[in-house]
């Protein structure tokens, strides 16, 4: 009888990337999704080092081995599902490691986008993604698709500091043995900050100025420019937002 892949590495330690990535983990509340997560591996490593995580897996084996083997700890939640029907809970650590690329083609942009909102600022994110060399993808173009380098820093770019990048291309043997050639994309992530603006408009002229977050604001604690009056202390944002002619976006 066949083993699943669940079953064939059920004994094997965590993925060494994940210390890597851990290491960039700042101070965030301990919440991680472990997506694809197999036989609990990386979640056996988050933890022992007091993460609570939510783990989903559409293996059956998978559910079986990982409710076995975490069913006293109740810092781990586990669903039995796929990508494509998973509600991300948030999380300042979501990780998908040789998981993500069998998403479906169609769905794995809203995918990425659910991970994206459900991680918290300067919340990690550790993937890999299959590249254009990979067997799957030549073989398979139907179920999987592949990146180059430059499409992925392109397509994170906006909403992700790329923190580390790599690309693997090599024969290395599946879990039961058969040969394969590996093209596969490994990336750490940080989601960035998203900027604060205010919005000044003086009233005389509808004239828009543009002024990004505080640090920006304080030197102009106290300024009169063009009968436009700039007081930019925290204690004076109320009373501007309620004037006529300066609204504030945050």
Known sequence: MTKSFAELTQNLPHRPILEKALSYFENLPKIAIDCGCGAGNESSFLLRHHFKVYAFDPSVDAKNICLSKFKDNKNFLFS??????????????IIALFSLFFCSTDSLESVLKKMQESLSEQGILLIQLLGKDDDWVNNFSEKFIGFEQEE????????FDIIYIDEFKGNKPL??????????HTLILKKKILNTFFIVQKKETSFLQLVPDFTHLLPLLWRKNQNCLFFLTF????????????????
Do not use: T
Request: aromatic letters at 22%; one cysteine or more.
């Open 80 to 93: 039995n599902q796929a990508f494509e029907d998973y509600s991300f809970p948030k999380a300042s650590l």
């Open 175 to 184: 879990a039961n043995g058969n040969p394969k050639f590996w093209n596969v």
């Open 152 to 159: 992925l820093k392109q397509l994170f770019d906006a909403d």
């Open 235 to 250: 204690q004076a944002l109320f009373s501007l937002f309620r004037s006529n002619f300066i609204k504030c976006f945050f």
